[in-house]
Protein backbone atom coordinates (compact mmCIF):
# COMPACT_ATOMS: atom_id res chain seq x y z
CA UNK A 1 0.00 0.00 0.00
CA UNK A 2 2.67 2.54 0.72
CA UNK A 3 4.36 1.27 -2.14
CA UNK A 4 1.13 2.63 -4.62
CA UNK A 5 0.24 5.60 -2.64
CA UNK A 6 4.05 6.75 -3.33
CA UNK A 7 4.26 5.95 -6.99
CA UNK A 8 0.49 7.46 -7.19
CA UNK A 9 1.72 10.71 -5.82
CA UNK A 10 4.86 11.05 -7.52
CA UNK A 11 2.69 10.15 -11.07
CA UNK A 12 0.18 12.83 -10.27
CA UNK A 13 2.33 15.51 -8.86
CA UNK A 14 4.18 14.80 -11.85
CA UNK A 15 0.93 16.00 -14.43
CA UNK A 16 0.68 18.92 -11.65
CA UNK A 17 4.09 20.61 -12.18
CA UNK A 18 4.05 20.42 -16.03
CA UNK A 19 0.70 21.75 -16.42
CA UNK A 20 1.42 24.17 -13.70
CA UNK A 21 3.09 26.81 -16.08
CA UNK A 22 -0.10 26.71 -17.90
CA UNK A 23 -3.33 28.90 -17.52
CA UNK A 24 -5.74 26.87 -15.90
CA UNK A 25 -9.49 26.07 -16.86
CA UNK A 26 -10.94 27.29 -13.12
CA UNK A 27 -14.83 25.63 -12.25
CA UNK A 28 -16.59 27.04 -9.31
CA UNK A 29 -18.13 24.01 -6.97
CA UNK A 30 -19.05 26.42 -4.45
CA UNK A 31 -18.57 29.86 -1.98
CA UNK A 32 -15.11 30.59 -2.61
CA UNK A 33 -14.49 26.79 -3.32
CA UNK A 34 -12.68 25.64 -7.00
CA UNK A 35 -11.24 22.79 -9.14
CA UNK A 36 -9.45 22.80 -12.06
CA UNK A 37 -8.84 20.86 -15.01
CA UNK A 38 -5.46 19.25 -13.59
CA UNK A 39 -7.15 18.76 -10.10
CA UNK A 40 -9.61 15.45 -12.25
CA UNK A 41 -6.79 14.51 -14.37
CA UNK A 42 -4.33 14.07 -10.87
CA UNK A 43 -7.51 12.13 -9.25
CA UNK A 44 -7.67 9.78 -12.25
CA UNK A 45 -4.07 8.64 -11.87
CA UNK A 46 -4.47 8.66 -8.26
CA UNK A 47 -7.67 6.74 -8.35
CA UNK A 48 -7.30 4.18 -11.09
CA UNK A 49 -4.06 2.87 -9.37
CA UNK A 50 -5.60 2.58 -6.17
CA UNK A 51 -8.57 0.51 -7.74
CA UNK A 52 -6.63 -1.59 -10.00
CA UNK A 53 -4.23 -2.67 -7.02
CA UNK A 54 -6.44 -2.97 -4.29
CA UNK A 55 -10.42 -2.94 -6.05
CA UNK A 56 -11.78 -4.26 -2.54
CA UNK A 57 -10.67 -1.16 -0.92
CA UNK A 58 -13.14 1.82 0.15
CA UNK A 59 -11.89 5.22 -1.29
CA UNK A 60 -12.36 8.84 -0.50
CA UNK A 61 -11.39 11.52 -2.80
CA UNK A 62 -11.98 15.17 -2.80
CA UNK A 63 -13.46 15.21 -6.53
CA UNK A 64 -15.35 12.31 -6.83
CA UNK A 65 -17.01 12.00 -2.71
CA UNK A 66 -17.04 8.98 -0.75
CA UNK A 67 -17.97 8.33 2.53
CA UNK A 68 -17.19 4.72 3.93
CA UNK A 69 -14.07 4.75 5.72
CA UNK A 70 -14.61 4.03 9.16
CA UNK A 71 -14.55 -0.22 7.74
CA UNK A 72 -11.70 -2.22 6.41
CA UNK A 73 -9.26 -0.12 4.46
CA UNK A 74 -10.00 3.29 2.92
CA UNK A 75 -7.86 5.56 0.70
CA UNK A 76 -8.41 9.36 1.59
CA UNK A 77 -7.01 11.78 -1.12
CA UNK A 78 -6.87 14.56 -2.17
CA UNK A 79 -5.34 15.09 -5.42
CA UNK A 80 -4.40 18.81 -5.35
CA UNK A 81 -4.37 20.52 -2.37
CA UNK A 82 -3.81 23.82 -2.60
CA UNK A 83 -6.10 24.72 -5.54
CA UNK A 84 -6.45 28.39 -5.80
CA UNK A 85 -2.55 28.59 -5.14
CA UNK A 86 -2.38 26.66 -8.04
CA UNK A 87 -4.68 28.36 -10.28
CA UNK A 88 -2.99 31.41 -9.11
CA UNK A 89 0.43 30.13 -9.95
CA UNK A 90 1.57 30.22 -6.19
CA UNK A 91 4.09 27.27 -5.39
CA UNK A 92 2.15 25.91 -2.42
CA UNK A 93 0.38 23.15 -3.36
CA UNK A 94 0.57 18.87 -3.03
CA UNK A 95 -0.57 15.55 -3.51
CA UNK A 96 -1.98 14.22 -0.12
CA UNK A 97 -2.68 10.16 0.20
CA UNK A 98 -3.47 8.50 3.44
CA UNK A 99 -5.06 5.24 4.60
CA UNK A 100 -6.61 3.85 6.89
CA UNK A 101 -7.53 0.76 8.62
CA UNK A 102 -11.10 0.44 10.57
CA UNK A 103 -10.90 4.64 10.71
CA UNK A 104 -7.68 5.06 12.09
CA UNK A 105 -4.43 6.78 10.29
CA UNK A 106 -2.17 3.35 8.72
CA UNK A 107 -0.03 5.28 6.32
CA UNK A 108 0.22 8.92 4.54
CA UNK A 109 2.27 10.41 1.79
CA UNK A 110 2.22 14.20 0.73
CA UNK A 111 4.56 14.50 -2.23
CA UNK A 112 5.41 18.86 -2.99
CA UNK A 113 6.11 18.25 -6.73
CA UNK A 114 8.10 21.39 -7.76
CA UNK A 115 10.26 20.98 -4.51
CA UNK A 116 10.39 17.16 -5.06
CA UNK A 117 9.83 16.86 -1.17
CA UNK A 118 8.08 13.34 -0.39
CA UNK A 119 6.82 12.97 3.59
CA UNK A 120 5.87 9.62 4.13
CA UNK A 121 4.85 8.28 7.76
CA UNK A 122 3.68 4.68 8.63
CA UNK A 123 1.70 3.65 11.88
CA UNK A 124 4.72 2.59 14.56
CA UNK A 125 7.68 3.52 12.36
CA UNK A 126 8.09 7.19 12.54
CA UNK A 127 7.68 9.72 9.77
CA UNK A 128 10.67 10.96 6.99
CA UNK A 129 11.35 13.30 4.04
CA UNK A 130 13.05 11.84 1.35
CA UNK A 131 13.75 9.31 2.99
CA UNK A 132 15.55 11.00 5.89
CA UNK A 133 13.68 10.96 9.46
CA UNK A 134 12.40 14.36 10.85
CA UNK A 135 10.80 15.19 13.82
CA UNK A 136 8.75 17.95 15.39
CA UNK A 137 10.06 21.12 16.68
CA UNK A 138 11.55 21.48 19.88
CA UNK A 139 9.86 25.00 21.01
CA UNK A 140 8.73 24.94 24.21
CA UNK A 141 6.67 28.50 24.76
CA UNK A 142 3.77 30.12 22.33
CA UNK A 143 5.76 33.37 22.57
CA UNK A 144 8.47 31.86 20.22
CA UNK A 145 6.51 30.16 18.37
CA UNK A 146 5.64 29.43 14.08
CA UNK A 147 2.19 29.03 14.06
CA UNK A 148 -0.32 28.68 10.70
CA UNK A 149 -3.81 27.99 10.19
CA UNK A 150 -6.08 28.48 6.86
CA UNK A 151 -8.86 29.91 6.04
CA UNK A 152 -12.35 28.18 5.80
CA UNK A 153 -14.94 28.93 2.74
CA UNK A 154 -17.63 29.95 5.39
CA UNK A 155 -18.28 33.39 6.18
CA UNK A 156 -18.81 32.18 9.99
CA UNK A 157 -16.12 29.91 10.55
CA UNK A 158 -13.93 32.42 9.07
CA UNK A 159 -15.33 34.90 11.86
CA UNK A 160 -14.04 32.11 14.58
CA UNK A 161 -11.00 31.34 12.79
CA UNK A 162 -10.19 35.12 13.00
CA UNK A 163 -12.01 35.32 16.98
CA UNK A 164 -8.73 32.44 17.54
CA UNK A 165 -6.22 34.56 15.38
CA UNK A 166 -6.92 37.88 17.70
CA UNK A 167 -6.32 35.51 20.87
CA UNK A 168 -3.27 33.68 19.65
CA UNK A 169 -1.30 36.24 17.38
CA UNK A 170 -0.63 38.70 20.21
CA UNK A 171 1.10 35.60 22.40
CA UNK A 172 3.13 33.78 19.35
CA UNK A 173 6.04 34.36 17.32
CA UNK A 174 4.45 35.32 14.03
CA UNK A 175 1.70 33.56 12.02
CA UNK A 176 1.45 31.93 8.40
CA UNK A 177 -1.66 31.23 6.12
CA UNK A 178 0.50 28.45 3.82
CA UNK A 179 -3.10 27.77 1.53
CA UNK A 180 -2.29 23.68 1.69
CA UNK A 181 -3.33 22.16 4.77
CA UNK A 182 -1.77 19.10 3.56
CA UNK A 183 1.69 20.82 3.87
CA UNK A 184 1.29 23.03 6.88
CA UNK A 185 0.64 19.36 8.91
CA UNK A 186 3.63 17.95 6.72
CA UNK A 187 5.38 21.50 7.62
CA UNK A 188 4.86 20.86 11.44
CA UNK A 189 6.32 17.04 11.53
CA UNK A 190 9.29 18.63 9.88
CA UNK A 191 9.84 21.27 12.64
CA UNK A 192 9.11 24.08 9.80
CA UNK A 193 5.80 24.84 11.65
CA UNK A 194 4.97 24.69 15.31
CA UNK A 195 1.53 24.28 15.17
CA UNK A 196 -1.11 25.01 12.75
CA UNK A 197 -4.84 25.24 13.14
CA UNK A 198 -7.90 24.81 11.14
CA UNK A 199 -11.76 25.06 11.92
CA UNK A 200 -12.76 23.45 8.65
CA UNK A 201 -10.56 20.05 7.46
CA UNK A 202 -12.00 17.64 4.98
CA UNK A 203 -10.90 13.97 5.93
CA UNK A 204 -8.49 14.17 2.53
CA UNK A 205 -6.99 17.46 3.91
CA UNK A 206 -5.92 15.73 7.26
CA UNK A 207 -5.88 11.91 7.04
CA UNK A 208 -1.97 11.60 5.61
CA UNK A 209 -0.95 14.96 7.17
CA UNK A 210 -1.87 13.97 10.90
CA UNK A 211 -0.58 10.90 10.98
CA UNK A 212 2.85 12.79 9.68
CA UNK A 213 2.31 14.89 12.74
CA UNK A 214 1.66 11.65 15.36
CA UNK A 215 4.52 9.85 14.01
CA UNK A 216 7.37 12.91 14.03
CA UNK A 217 6.28 13.26 18.14
CA UNK A 218 4.12 15.96 17.55
CA UNK A 219 0.31 16.01 18.41
CA UNK A 220 -3.41 16.41 16.84
CA UNK A 221 -6.51 17.07 18.57
CA UNK A 222 -9.61 18.61 18.24
CA UNK A 223 -10.04 22.76 19.44
CA UNK A 224 -11.45 21.20 22.99
CA UNK A 225 -8.28 18.57 23.54
CA UNK A 226 -10.11 15.77 22.68
CA UNK A 227 -8.88 12.84 20.55
CA UNK A 228 -8.88 13.78 16.85
CA UNK A 229 -10.84 11.29 13.72
CA UNK A 230 -10.40 12.50 10.34
CA UNK A 231 -14.08 13.66 10.20
CA UNK A 232 -14.10 16.24 12.66
CA UNK A 233 -13.41 19.66 10.95
CA UNK A 234 -11.63 21.91 13.86
CA UNK A 235 -8.17 20.43 14.62
CA UNK A 236 -5.03 21.98 16.28
CA UNK A 237 -1.77 20.22 15.30
CA UNK A 238 1.62 21.21 16.69
CA UNK A 239 4.59 19.97 18.21
CA UNK A 240 3.21 19.17 20.91
CA UNK A 241 5.48 20.83 23.72
CA UNK A 242 3.33 23.97 23.10
CA UNK A 243 -0.21 22.48 22.86
CA UNK A 244 -1.43 23.16 26.20
CA UNK A 245 -0.77 26.63 26.12
CA UNK A 246 -2.21 26.60 22.81
CA UNK A 247 -5.57 24.75 24.22
CA UNK A 248 -5.34 27.21 26.87
CA UNK A 249 -5.58 30.42 24.82
CA UNK A 250 -7.96 28.87 22.27
CA UNK A 251 -10.62 28.20 24.97
CA UNK A 252 -10.48 31.37 26.82
Not at 130 to 153: K, M, T
Request: aromatic letters at 6%; a negative charge.
Amino acid sequence: MLQTAVEAARSAGRLMAERYPDRQTVTIKGYRDIVTETDTAAESIILGLIGERFPDHHIVSEERGGDEWRDGYAWIVDPLDGTTNYAHHLPVFCVSIGVLERGVPLLGVIYDPLLDQLFVAERGQGARLNGAPIHASAVAEVRRAVISLDWAHADVVRAQSLAILNRLAPACGTVRALGSAALALAYVSAGWLDAYYNLALKPWDAAAGCLLVAEAGGRCTDLSGGAYRVDIPGCLASNGEIHGELLDLIGQ
